[in-house]
């Protein structure tokens, strides 16, 4: 296991030295942002074990610090954070454009569906409710990491002053990068793929989570919202089919 530094912050090696993240690019990073010590070296002990690289920060402040000097290949966040929160830290990051397409999985004692929800609606990828199987903690980030690494080939939609970039996960307008979170970019390259067809609530639902992320019917007009809101003049192409769903004109 990598031993965690007293800040919580720097990954190191058995000499005290602090490792360089960008050696091996097949390894990937995992940062854990949770102001419990012996979850951090619970979580970095069996991802370790199956090849992760993890960094740490005890609070959201670092974390987002952390996240942009290390860009990581998937986020775990605690709720229960004094000072900032999980909520806030999500929505942090979910306006940040070099961070948005992050994946961010939630780790919390908190069960209630509104939770859940909320957390959705923010942008959070997935939801580990506490205490969890080191097993569960594995397949859940693998699961996420496999949904965002599966598209291999090259692909790109541009429409009007809008290029999407699939294989990048990038949306930019005018040259300009917008903050999407992983959930609105699938909806916008499910709509706009299908450019001019009207496309159900339920098939949205289905393009929002990917293989089996975590999206349901009763989050797709805040997504749809949000999209919109990012997109500035442009989110007048997504338009609203009363009673049927949503079509990019």
């Given at each position: 296991?990598?031993?965690?530094t007293e800040n919580n912050i720097e990954p190191v090696n058995d000499s005290g030295k602090a490792l360089n993240t960008g050696e091996n690019t097949e390894m990937k990073t995992i940062l854990v942002i949770d102001d419990e010590k012996d979850l951090i070296k619970l979580?970095?002990?069996n991802l370790s074990k199956e090849g992760f690289l993890v960094v740490s920060?005890?609070?959201?402040a670092d974390g987002i610090e952390i996240a942009k000097k290390h860009r990581p290949n998937l986020i775990l966040l605690?709720?229960?954070?004094?000072?900032m929160d999980g909520w806030e830290v999500c929505k942090l990051l979910k306006v940040t454009a070099e961070l948005a397409q992050i994946p961010v999985i939630m780790l919390t004692a908190r069960a209630q569906e509104t939770d859940k929800i909320l957390g959705l609606?923010?942008?959070?990828?997935?939801?580990?409710?506490k205490p969890f199987s080191p097993r569960e903690l594995v397949a859940r980030v693998k699961a996420v990491l496999r949904r965002f690494e599966s598209a291999?080939?090259?692909k790109q939609l541009a429409v009007e002053d809008i290029t999407i970039d699939y294989a990048g996960r990038t949306v930019t307008i005018k040259g300009k990068?917008?903050?999407l979170t992983n959930t609105e970019f699938n909806l916008l390259w499910h709509?706009?793929?299908n450019r001019g067809r009207v496309i159900s609530r339920d098939d949205l639902v289905s393009a929002g989570r990917g293989d089996d992320a975590m999206v349901i019917d009763r989050t797709i007009d805040v997504h749809i919202a949000s999209l919109r809101k990012k997109m500035g003049k442009s989110g007048d192409l997504v338009e609203t089919v009363r009673g049927v769903g949503y079509k990019f004109t």
């Open positions: 296991m990598l031993p965690i979580v970095d002990h920060a005890r609070n959201g605690d709720i229960m954070m004094p000072k609606e923010l942008g959070a990828d997935d939801y580990i409710t291999k080939s090259k990068q917008l903050a709509l706009a793929t």
